[in-house]
């Protein structure tokens, strides 16, 4: 029987990151990093317009990219795009 992950899906704008002052939302990076020490898979799933600076490049700058196992982001935010992710990871749907 395979094991099944546990995984957090996080938003970024507004949860993680506010974009009107360009800075993280007090304890993100706190709380992102318990996630991924506490052994759940890490997964971002964010809309970004093409001409701004990606998520990835803001989760760098931020010192987050290395807690996030995938990093999902398009310019419309999709369900399709999430769980065509999630397909490879072994999931409780339940």
């Given amino acids: ?17 506010n974009p009107d002052t360009g800075t993280l939302i007090e304890n993100a990076q706190e709380t992102v990093r318990y996630g991924f020490e506490s052994g759940y898979v890490n997964i971002l799933f964010s809309k970004n317009t093409i001409g701004q600076t990606t998520v990835d ?8 990219r290395a807690y996030f196992d995938a990093i999902i982001e398009n310019p419309e935010k999709n369900i399709n795009h999430l769980t065509a992710q999630l397909e490879n990871y072994h999931l409780d749907k339940s």
């Avoid at 094991?3 to 990151?17: E, S, V």
């Avoid at 490049?57 to 987050?64: D, E």
């Fill in 57 to 64: 490049q803001l989760l760098s700058t931020f010192f987050l």
């Fill in 1 to 17: 029987m395979m094991q099944t992950q546990k995984i957090i899906i996080w938003d970024f704008n507004r949860t993680l990151y």
